[in-house]
């Protein structure tokens, strides 16, 4: 079935830049997305990425996609101690029943 | 104001009961999920309703149940036959087909 990877956890201090990221298993994947977790809350979606895209940038966030090697990246720039938190990768097939396959999360702590 | 309410935000009950968590939302969305979530496992589906009056079991749907009376809502019961039921869980909702999903800010549920 599919799978999606992220490393647990990644330390980085203020300013500096973030980069979060994720494998996947499936080739028919069409939508990669984004979230980020804040503690006690719900998941909030922060950007996504289709298939027939290389990158995607968003003010702060710049998402990569290596299709070949299945391989997607989140780079935070000037990471701050608000982007502290959960971030989750998912992606949706386009060849089933639409149902998001998530990571395990990826715990981005920022220290001053 | 639109969104995905869910209530209670904070709920506490005795082994052997059951217990009903709400998602109400009024997006107009077509589908809703039901998420379990608990510490290093990442997210876990329980449930998903793609329509009113129809619904699929997810991953971990044993000792859960659901209905899909309303567009707007989607309860989700815990039965005193679902063995580890203290977790965080959470509801979501999508137009479908790939669309991202849109998280309520979860029901935190301990069981004692």
């Known amino acids: 079935g599919e799978d999606v990877e992220q490393s647990l956890f990644l330390s980085v201090r203020e300013g500096d830049s973030s980069v979060i990221n994720c494998t996947y298993t499936d080739s028919s994947s069409t939508y990669l997305y984004w979230y980020k977790q804040e503690p006690g809350a719900g998941l909030q979606l922060l950007t996504y990425i289709f298939s027939n895209m290389d990158m995607k940038q968003d003010q702060r966030l710049t998402v990569l996609l290596n299709k070949k090697d299945k391989h997607l990246s989140l780079r935070i720039a000037d990471t701050q101690t608000g982007d502290s938190a959960i971030y989750f990768c998912a992606e949706i097939s386009s060849g089933g029943s639409y149902i998001p396959t998530f990571g395990r999360g990826t715990s981005l702590i920022v220290h001053p | 104001d639109g969104g995905i309410t869910q209530s209670p935000k904070y709920l506490f009950r005795k082994e052997g009961q059951n217990v009903t968590l709400s998602c109400e939302q009024n997006?107009?969305?077509?589908?809703m999920y039901w998420y379990r979530q608990d510490p290093g496992q990442g997210l876990r589906l329980i449930y998903y309703?793609?329509?009113?009056?129809?619904?699929q079991k997810g991953d971990i749907a044993e000792g859960y149940s659901v209905s899909r009376e309303k567009k707007e809502s989607f309860p989700l019961t815990v039965t005193s036959a679902q063995k580890n039921p203290t977790a965080f869980y959470l509801c979501a909702t999508s137009t479908g087909q790939g669309s991202p999903l849109h998280f309520g800010n979860g029901t935190r549920l301990t069981v004692t």
């Open positions: 997006l107009n969305h077509d589908a």
């Open positions: 309703s793609q329509i009113v009056n129809d619904f």
